[in-house]
């Protein structure tokens, strides 16, 4: 029953969001509502096995239930569409060596401060070493997407890499001292 | 409000994120969401094999047997695994590091284990079938660059709430390619983060252990090892014999209405000998507790996974979490639906970035045969893997180039992307025959029916996407009144 009543709220919300987007209703506050059905999805199916479990039952019930709603609103092709045009091949990537110091800094580089930075800050905690190095290892590759996804979206200039080896040295220093 | 020149700069960094991982991201995805079904799929490798009810399993006997099979130095590894039957893998097993043999219910030994196809997709998924260590770091690096693709994709869609339900394909291939991509990936998102920290843990938690081991512990992993699994108990030096039925006896009362699946002899090829039993426990995350005894299954401790800290339970819960394996079918239906999800935007992702060319040329033909000659490959593995018993990776890699120079020597997308959408059809059928025609009615029974049913239904998506593709190449466009 507390299942049913959990999938019924998420139901609830995806449906709300879709009228909210098909301009079927006018609510105010509607992201508050949206996200009060979720947490009482969440709550329901909380109480029903536990909130690790529920959080991913979340995760898993809603973009089934709306990618529901997506294919109902979908416009659908009647016709073959236009093909591009055929050209021959530029095999050869333009400015690689570019790219590989991109590669270089945004991938190795950042991960390798990122790693060094978490672990070190993690050390800090006055926490158990086993809930240290469990907040290590999740925040980790965490941490390391988030610089690279910052590294790509700020203008590139030389004080994102000058700024992570800063962070990288000095959390390295606290390492090793 | 995200300005315009941040949602550019994202837009760039996405697409340069993701042309730099797609391949990879892309076979990662497909073989990972097959594996969400990994144990069914080692049932369905061999359906033939005996089925063991939980409730009726000889442990008496079976402890004879394996005591046998302990008694023979030539089998023995470190680790030696007595594999009993549950009601989701309903089959007991006698397994060394290197091999395993079925038990029939009366406890003696039935045949080998063949999983041949399930260790080269899980070796795809695991290590690319590169070098272990580093091709696990490198699978491990792609979950953290599918963070920075989650949040470089969030960044980059400022009208995340206008195009929250729209699906466009009707208009150009572009459109089509990123409708699809963003509907699947935004309402996902948090699903596909989960998976990209937990698969990133996998392979980054040893060199984070190693800096860890030089921060605080001088160097020494066992030391950080120990800290995290504990050390091994203090036995007295025994050469006895494993006494499992006393031992399974205790479990009821031990581990209340866990699940026991698995009961190890530590140590096996020394004198230091102990056995840990695992207990898969309905109501927690964490893989299982194990429950430590002697030879002579005197009770020693339990590892603590259950009853643990936060973090222990975080370390341990990884697995589970990652791979769907919780809470039986449906939740596993689930995962490999949103896994495929995935598999569907690493694939609609490089395709939005080579349809906003306006050009076709030999990198799309390339990229067409790379996103599917890889099931291809799949199903022609695992059709062969039935005979052979070596040599599937090459197989699958042979198969992917194959099918990479055909598109190529097609030089024509939509054609090749038929042929190859019929060609996978027929694989399906294929394979679909050939269990039919090796087990006969075992093909129809218990997992090997589940992973069949899935096999006919990408078989159905496959014949209606292709029947649609038909039926729109058929059509002529009508021309306009005007």
């Known amino acids: 029953m507390l299942v049913f009543i959990a999938w019924l709220f998420a139901a609830s919300a995806v449906l709300l969001a879709f009228c909210l987007w098909r301009r079927l209703l006018d609510l105010r506050f509607a992201a508050a509502w949206l996200m009060l059905l979720l947490s009482m999805s969440f709550l329901f199916f909380g109480l029903a096995y536990q909130p690790v479990f529920a959080a991913v039952y979340v995760f898993l019930v809603t973009p089934s239930l709306a990618w529901i709603f997506v294919a109902y609103a979908g416009t659908f092709p009647t016709t073959a569409l236009t093909r591009s045009k055929r050209t021959a091949t530029d095999w050869v990537p333009r400015n690689v060596a570019g790219n590989l110091a991109k590669f270089f800094w945004v991938i190795v580089f950042s991960g390798l401060a990122s790693i060094l930075s978490v672990v070190a800050v993690c050390n800090l905690l006055p926490w158990s070493p086993i809930d240290r190095m469990a907040l290590m290892v999740v925040a980790g590759p965490l941490v390391w997407g988030m610089v690279s996804a910052w590294m790509l979206i700020q203008q590139w200039s030389w004080r994102q890499p000058a700024f992570l080896t800063v962070i990288g040295l000095s959390a390295f220093m606290m390492l090793i001292r | ?482």
């Open chain 2, 1 to 482: 409000m995200i300005r315009a020149d941040t949602v550019k700069r994202a837009i760039a960094g996405h697409s340069w994120l993701g042309l730099v991982s797609g391949a990879l991201m892309y076979l990662i995805c497909l073989s990972g969401s097959l594996l969400v079904f990994s144990s069914e799929i080692e049932q369905w490798e061999q359906p033939d094999a005996p089925i063991v009810n939980p409730s009726y399993f000889d442990a008496a006997a079976a402890e004879t047997t394996f005591n046998s099979v302990l008694g023979n130095s030539l089998d023995l590894t470190p680790h030696m695994y007595l594999v009993l039957p549950t009601y989701e893998s309903p089959r007991a097993r006698i397994a060394s590091e290197n091999e395993s043999w079925f038990l029939y219910p009366n406890g003696e030994i039935a045949q080998k284990e063949r999983v041949f196809w399930s260790s080269m997709l899980r070796d795809l998924h695991y290590f690319l079938h590169l070098p272990e260590s580093w091709g696990m770091v490198l699978v491990s690096s792609l979950g953290a660059i599918l963070v920075g693709l989650i949040i470089t994709g969030l960044f980059a869609h400022p009208s995340i709430l206008r195009d929250a339900f729209a699906l466009r394909l009707n208009k150009s291939s572009q459109l089509q390619e990123t409708d699809i991509h963003n509907r699947l990936s935004v309402w996902a998102a948090p699903f596909h983060l989960t998976i990209a920290v937990t698969g990133a843990f996998f392979g980054l938690a040893l060199p984070t252990l190693a800096i860890i081991a030089e921060a605080e512990f001088a160097g020494d992993q066992q030391a950080v090892i120990e800290t995290v699994y504990g050390t091994d108990p203090p036995v007295e030096l025994n050469q006895g014999p494993i006494a499992v039925n006393a031992i399974l006896q205790q479990m009821p009362v031990l581990a209340g209405d866990g699940e026991t699946f698995l009961l190890t002899v530590h140590e096996a090829e020394s004198e230091k000998r102990f056995v840990g039993v695992s207990v898969q426990h309905k109501d927690s995350m964490i893989y299982s507790e194990n429950y430590l005894f002697s030879t002579a299954g005197d009770f020693i401790r339990t590892d603590g996974w259950k009853d643990g800290g936060v973090g222990k339970k975080v370390l341990y819960s990884i697995y589970r979490l990652h791979f769907g394996n919780f809470s039986g079918y449906w939740v596993k239906v689930a995962y490999l639906v949103l896994g495929l999800a995935l598999t569907v935007v690493a694939a609609s992702g490089v395709n939005v970035w080579l349809a906003k060319r306006r050009v076709e040329d030999g990198l799309s033909d390339l990229w067409a045969g790379v996103v599917w000659g890889s099931p291809l490959a799949l199903t022609i593995s695992a059709s062969v893997g039935f005979w052979l018993d070596f040599g599937l990776t090459a197989v699958f890699w042979l198969v992917l180039c194959a099918a990479c120079c055909l598109a190529l020597c097609l030089r024509d997308v939509v054609r090749f992307r038929s042929l190859a959408r019929r060609l996978n059809a027929l694989g399906l059928i294929v394979l679909l025959m050939i269990q039919m025609l090796l087990f006969g009615k075992d093909a129809l029974r218990s997992a090997a029916l589940i992973v069949n049913q899935i096999v006919f239904g990408l078989l159905a998506g496959l014949v209606l996407v292709e029947a649609a593709h038909i039926r729109l190449s058929r059509r002529r466009v009508k021309p306009s009144v005007a």
